[in-house]
């Protein structure tokens, strides 16, 4: 990131390569949606480059990245709730993140994996902007809580108890699959 500070286009270019796949799939789980997650992702990018200049190596960069990530998503959450979509624009651009494999397995267990799967989408979707932030983070990246602190503007103790939260709005959400 410091050669990109000083213009280095070549290092931004494998800045994007190497935490393009990471950012895309955060935006993606955030919004439901592949085409604005490519959107916001490169609007993700593009602000990078532009704040290069005013980086300063305080935290890790990926720390800094995702707090950027973390701005323009829930800019654009709020820009939903603003111009909601009709349902049926929205059926038409929501895309499954998960394939399910199906591989020796029988018809009716892929079809229950597939409704627990969009079941568990659903409740993450209903989730707070923060809440759901904060699942994405620490399921999918696997982030530590220190760096999802610095992100979303929390103490850690505030991160576990927002997780916590989180964790028991979806267990109650989900409590008709956990109990079967």
Do not use: C
């Amino acid at each position: 990131m410091l050669r990109v500070k000083q213009g280095d286009m070549q290092a931004f270019e494998s800045l994007v390569e190497n935490h393009q796949h990471r950012v895309v799939g955060t935006v993606a789980r955030m919004l439901g949606n592949d085409s604005d997650a490519q959107d916001v992702a490169q609007q993700v990018f593009v602000r990078v480059w532009h704040s290069a200049v005013r980086y300063e190596p305080s935290a890790k960069f990926t720390t800094w990245l995702f707090t950027i990530t973390r701005n323009l998503v829930f800019n654009e959450m709020r820009r939903r709730k603003r111009h909601p979509v009709s349902a049926l624009e929205e059926e038409e651009e929501t895309h499954h993140f998960q394939a399910a494999d199906l591989s020796g397995r029988a018809p009716d267990a892929t079809l229950l994996d597939d409704e627990m799967h969009e079941a568990i989408q659903r409740a993450i979707d209903s989730l707070p902007e923060q809440q759901r932030m904060a699942i994405v983070l620490r399921r999918y990246e696997e982030m530590p809580y220190e760096d999802m602190a610095v992100i979303l503007k929390l103490t850690v103790p505030a991160v576990k108890s927002l997780l916590f939260r989180a964790r028991t709005e979806l267990r109650t959400k989900l409590a008709q699959y956990l109990n079967a």
